[in-house]
Nanobody, 126 residues
Framework: QVQLIESGGGLVQAGGSVRLSCATSGISVSQYTMGWFRQAPGMEREFVGWISSSGADTYYADSAEGRFTMSRDNAQGTGLLQMSNLEPEDTAVYYC???????????????????WGQGTQVTVSS
């Protein structure tokens, strides 16, 4: 059974930092691109970034570029999303997801991902 479990969310003040983890099991994660998405109340799920299966390539949404950093440890089956200089607009439930292949341009879309975690809440107070 494939499982993705996010952790590390919580309440943080504007300007602060949070590191989210995505622990995977039941899957050979080294064969998958890992994506991060977020969803605020009443909003559609929004792309944050993706990191390639090897970790060599990353791509960020404009909102994340320069503030967020993704990494992964395939031996441990984990992915990380380091978020800095947080703003109240970053408040959302954050999800990690796995994509098995296909063109890179699709990786910004939730529909490109086969497996999802349950999400972790990040709340940024002003």
């Amino acid at each position: 059974q494939v499982q993705l479990i996010e952790s590390g969310g919580g309440l943080v003040q504007a300007g602060g930092s949070v590191r989210l983890s995505c622990a995977t099991s039941g899957i050979s994660v080294s064969q998958y691109t890992m994506g991060w998405f977020r969803q605020a109340p009443g909003m559609e799920r929004e792309f944050v970034g993706w990191i390639s299966s090897s970790g060599a390539d990353t791509y960020y949404a404009d909102s994340a570029e320069g503030r967020f950093t993704m990494s992964r440890d395939n031996a441990q089956g984990t992915g990380l999303l380091q978020m800095s200089n947080l703003e109240p607009e970053d408040t959302a439930v954050y999800y990690c997801a796995l994509n098995s292949g296909g063109p890179a341009w699709r990786r910004t879309r939730p529909s490109a991902y086969e497996y999802w975690g349950q999400g972790t809440q990040v709340t940024v107070s002003s």
